[in-house]
């Protein structure tokens, strides 16, 4: 439950902190980016609480978390690039406490 409320309280702050100016819209877009875990869609079962989505779902890759971070210094998908980061390092540390490793 705390890392599905970390997935919001994450981006509000950096919000808060940084984009001040259109914070709605920051908020928004940020938050969008979870639709990220619609990968997890694909898996049987399409929820288990043990299992690390790093490295295990499509859009959890390796790679995609390198485009991701590039993603932020583009001034058009920087919001993007940083929700998406900011949900790949929330998981990465979910999959640390639950697992005791940070990607699959």
């Known amino acids: 439950m705390l890392h599905?409320?970390?997935h919001f309280l994450v981006p509000a702050i950096l919000v808060g902190l940084f984009f001040r100016k259109n914070w709605k819209m920051a908020y928004l877009?940020?938050?969008a980016t979870m639709l990220v875990d619609i990968d997890h869609l694909v898996a049987s079962p399409i929820y288990d609480p043990?299992?690390?989505s790093m490295g295990f779902h499509p859009l959890h890759q390796l790679w995609f978390v390198v485009f991701y971070i590039a993603l932020?210094?583009?001034?058009k998908?920087?919001?993007v690039g940083l929700g998406l980061s900011v949900h790949m390092v929330l998981d990465a540390i979910d999959c640390q406490v639950t697992n005791g490793f940070w990607i699959n």
């Open 29 to 31: 877009i940020m938050v």
């Open 50 to 52: 043990g299992r690390c």
């Open 77 to 79: 998908t920087r919001l």
């Open 72 to 75: 932020c210094f583009l001034p």
């Open 4 to 6: 599905i409320v970390l």
